[in-house]
């Protein structure tokens, strides 16, 4: 190699430059813009931390009303561990078939993603409705949101939890048509990894509620 060549600078315009080991662009340093995966899934990311933050607000609201229950019935007189429990294994489930989903969309399976996905949404809708009827037995008992500022923090914190797993319900209706119409296309791929962060963000909502509210509750 020449003195001339040596001295010339590698520019960042140089069409023969990669980035590190040959690679292509990572988004690391000079060697181009992170990946639309990446930045797709760092923006949800940054969204479940948002929905976190919220919750955390219904805790604490809850944690500091247990026990105004101005008379009425406390959480040990109102729950049922069993239902509860029912439910919880439900959204376990549920959770367990989304991750085969996603396995089974990577391998690009398109029955096996159809149907793990069918399973997430039927073991959702038992949730929902388990939940829906556990309310609706306390209601008819007097002991509604209305009745002690700890049921109306009962009711705010668990319906919340349930409203995020009524839409999450409809989304994955949305996904699986479109799955089915569109195939696994990097677009598609990248809103099932989104979906399924934020069902298994419900799950461990769902498991800090199930031991704060009702195991303890209960106990």
């Known amino acids: 190699m020449s003195a001339v060549e040596t001295a010339m600078p590698v520019t960042l315009d140089d069409p023969n430059r990669v980035g590190h080991h040959g690679d292509e662009a990572t988004g690391h340093g000079a060697s181009g813009p992170a990946s639309k995966?990446?930045?797709t899934a760092y923006g949800f990311w940054l969204f479940l931390l948002s929905d976190?933050?919220?919750?955390?607000?219904?805790?604490?609201?809850?944690?500091?009303?247990?026990?105004?229950t101005a008379g009425g019935p406390q959480a040990r007189q109102l729950f049922d561990l069993t239902n509860v429990g029912v439910e919880t294994g439900c959204l376990l489930a549920s959770s367990f078939a989304c991750g085969m989903a996603w396995i089974a969309a990577s391998v690009r399976s398109q029955l096996w993603t159809q149907i793990c996905l069918l399973v997430t949404g039927l073991l959702g809708f038992a949730f929902v409705a388990l939940e829906v009827s556990?309310?609706?037995?306390?209601?008819?008992?007097?002991a509604g949101p209305s009745r002690s500022a700890f049921l109306t923090a009962f009711f705010s914190l668990v319906g919340l939890h349930g409203l995020h797993v009524s839409v999450g319900l409809l989304w994955l209706g949305t996904m699986m048509?479109?799955?089915w119409a569109k195939g696994f296309r990097p677009?598609?791929?990248?809103?099932l990894l989104c979906y399924t962060l934020f069902w298994h963000a419900l799950d461990i909502i769902w498991v800090a509620l199930f031991t704060?509210?009702?195991?303890?509750?209960a106990g």
């Open 212 to 217: 704060m509210v009702y195991l303890m509750g």
């Open 52 to 68: 976190f933050v919220v919750f955390s607000a219904f805790f604490a609201a809850y944690a500091v009303l247990a026990k105004a």
């Open 177 to 179: 048509a479109q799955i």
């Open 37 to 39: 995966r990446i930045v």
């Open 134 to 142: 556990e309310f609706a037995r306390m209601i008819a008992e007097g």
């Open 187 to 191: 677009t598609m791929m990248r809103r």
